[in-house]
């Protein structure tokens, strides 16, 4: 009798050790708490035949059949009262999860900088017939798409619920998108806006039609936003493309990007003044025409003589090849 009083009292404190253990606090991905109580109920809540909790218990912070989880054992918050509730920081670190979760939703993303929302990468991969979906930043280059985890750019509020727009959209951080888009690899070929000294810009579809350089330092130029010796200067499209409320990027009538140009121009400004580059009057001494060039070179190139004979007129005020030369 003492021994079965023994092992009664042995198994109902393991039942409620393990009851404990099995209590765990679920988080869907829009930011929905609930408490479970036991592993049996977490593995009906979850889908899947049984939940070993030792196992589990490894992986704190960690998503399982798109449920982040944290065992109540080990919350920070321990009531007087008894009850537990989360603190924000681990509310945030429940969410941080689902950016390496592959169930979670993704975001397409062009050579433009254009989203579409997938509810997870499977749908993306299927929808767009590719065999693979790489959500971290690596081109798709089949369809010339890069993948980004909704986690990564979707608000969150304090509670670390996401925050929807009037439409029912959850809201983006564009500031986090822009990063991203900055840093997304080239492709061979993309759009690009062609900038004079005064600011203007020229929408141009693709690298191909800028025969003017070698591919390697039209790319080099592009890369560290610096004039060519032609005196103009290229930049991507995608950085610099006027968009929409919901970030697309706007076209006109012919199809044609829209350039943002309050940023073309600060950044024209910028680039033109550290590159030392002014502009070159040539005026025709005989029509009183008068032509602008962006570089000595360039105006040299069309007077058929040297640099140096440029800087030689414009210097000493005299004319060269029947034009008058001013900076």
Known sequence: MCGLETLGIYKQISFRKNHKAASVYLMGYYGNIQLIETSELMAEKLGVKNCNTTYLRHKKFHVMNGYSYLFACDAKNQNSNGTISLEKEELQKMSEVFSDAYSMPVYSINCLG???RYNNAREAQEQLGLTRIYTHGTRNSSKNL????????????ENAQIVFDKNGRPKIDYSKLDKFI??????????????????KATYVESLDHITCVSKNTLLKCIKEERPMQNGYL?????????????????????GDL?????????????????GRVSVVKLTNLQTNETIEFYSTGEAARFLGVTKQAINYSNKHKVPCRGHRVIY
């Open 114 to 116: 254009e989203l579409i």
């Open 146 to 157: 890069y993948f980004i985890p909704a986690n990564d750019i979707e608000i969150r509020d």
């Open 182 to 199: 900055e840093s997304m690899p080239e492709s061979g070929n993309f759009p690009v806006f062609v900038v004079d000294f005064s600011g």
């Open 234 to 254: 290229i930049l991507k499209a995608r950085l610099y493309v006027k968009r929409n409320d919901a970030h697309l990027a706007q076209r006109d009538e012919n």
């Open 258 to 274: 829209i350039a943002d140009e309050e940023k073309i121009r600060k950044t024209a400004k910028e680039k033109f003044n550290k």
